[in-house]
């Protein structure tokens, strides 16, 4: 078998994450006698070697984070256009890595092909997306909650005394003092879709581990005794609104949520060194000796990380998934502390990780007082590391058999 790994454009991939991920699948599969091949948007030859993968029906194609859209015009005289995957004859899968009702999600699913393998990272996302593209009633969805530690090193590894910092925020905050999520919705009136809109926004942002989607169709049965499949025939002028609607209120409540436990573990830092992976929020009042060191690239966080005796996970709005910051800061051997995660929770003890939910009331300066760190971050790093998914080659392993099964 071949494997061929689509790279998106440098916008598309501004931490090089996806751009590491597809070198490190080569690299495993070319280290066990593969054929492997990067294919990256940016380089001219890109759509010529695409397509040669594609008519290869030894190959796998993988196109990660996006392009499972793609179209082809086979005739310009009738402008006729068709789906690639209809003429493909390589197996193809595809990771879903965001909610597929983000904004920047939405064209891409909307034109997915029934023919592609999804790997879904929260086992949710399957749900959004057959509402989206009804066609994907046909897909076959594949949950993949642990995400592949793209930028673990283990020449990085430093002995955990000698770390510089003894937190780290690998989060983008933002100023939400000024934002107003009813100015956000303008325009959606006071009926029974304002009022599930907001209905949604208040569960969510109370219970982190709820599905935005699946908590605005319930609300919506409630008020109107409509299902979903309903809008699709009834109501379709509804769905572009529902869906930026939805878009906004996961924003939001991602934004809101990092922003809550950040002013709550941070008031006070003690004597603690904390780096903060961004630029300064406005409005975000937290003790002033906590470092930002600027927005940083895949190596660049990964060594941060590695020079932490903590890492903080604020999880996004997918909690059934343990993203790669977590991976990488157990792989190190640095503490996790994180909000709810109903997947951290059932594949590790609360002896592996400091759970740190709405609420909270202790500080930094108080959790690193009460708890032994060390021993905390040595029993998860032996997990992690014993862990199939938490390694690259088990990773390969696992992709592997997503495709072939």
Known sequence: MKIAVCVPPPVADAYGHLTCYAEKIA????????????????????FARLFANLMDEDCLVHFHSFLYDLKVHTSPAVKKVRHALEFARARTIATVSDHPFSDFMQEMVRNAHPKTKFIVIDNTFPDEMRFINPALEEAEFVHQPFVAPVSFEDQRYIEFDRRDYDLVLPLLLIDTSKLNLKTLLGGIGDGWFSRSV??????????????????????MKAETGAEPADLQSKHPKVIPALLRSLSIVDGYVRHERRT?????????????????LGNPAKGL???????????????????IIANSRAILNCSP?????????????????????????PCIA???????????????????????ATHDMHAIAKRSGDKARAHPEFSWHGHFDSVLQIAQA
């Open 317 to 341: 709005s997918y909690p059934r998934n343990v993203h790669e910051r977590v991976t990488v800061g157990m792989l190190y051997d640095a503490c996790v502390i994180t909000d709810t995660n």
């Open 346 to 368: 059932e594949n590790f003890s609360e002896d592996d990780y400091v759970p740190y939910g709405p609420g909270g009331t202790m500080t930094i300066a108080d959790i690193f």
């Open 198 to 219: 907001m209905a949604t926004y208040e569960i969510v942002r109370s219970d982190l581990s709820q599905n935005p989607f699946h908590v605005f169709t319930h609300v």
């Open 260 to 276: 809550r436990v950040v002013k709550s573990l941070l008031r006070d830092i003690g004597d603690l060194k904390v780096a903060v």
């Open 285 to 303: 009042e937290i003790d002033p000796k906590v470092e930002f060191v600027g927005i940083q690239r895949a190596a660049g966080t990964a060594a």
């Open 27 to 46: 690299e495993i599969g070319a280290a066990r006698g593969m054929e492997t091949e990067v294919l990256r948007y940016a380089d001219d030859d890109f």
